[in-house]
C-alpha cells in the first residue's frame, strides 16, 4: 500500500526531476493554456518594458519552471506574474 500512495503523491523532488529531465507530460490543450495565460498577462501589464537580469538558486528555478508547466505557461511569465503581484 506505501508504494501505490508514494506513486499516487509524488514528492516534490520527482516533479523538479521530471521538469529538468524533459519527462513532464502536461495535462489537457497546452496551446489553449498557454494562449490564456499569455493574454492575461499581457493585460496585467500595462506600458514600456525593461530587460533585467537576475540570479536565483537553481532550486528556485526549477520549482518555478514546474509550477509553470502546471499551469500551462512559460516561466518568464509566471515570475512575470509573482512579480506583478507582489508590487502591486
Known sequence: ???QK???DPTEDDVIALS???DWVPVGDLSERKALWKDRAGRMI???RQRISISIPERDL???????LEEGM???T?????LHKYVS
Open 74 to 76: 512559460p516561466y518568464q
Open 78 to 82: 509566471l515570475i512575470n506574474s509573482i
Open 20 to 22: 529538468e529531465t524533459g
Open 1 to 3: 500500500m506505501k508504494d
Open 46 to 48: 500595462d506600458g514600456k
Open 62 to 68: 526549477a520549482r518555478l519552471k514546474a509550477k509553470a
Open 6 to 8: 508514494q506513486l499516487s
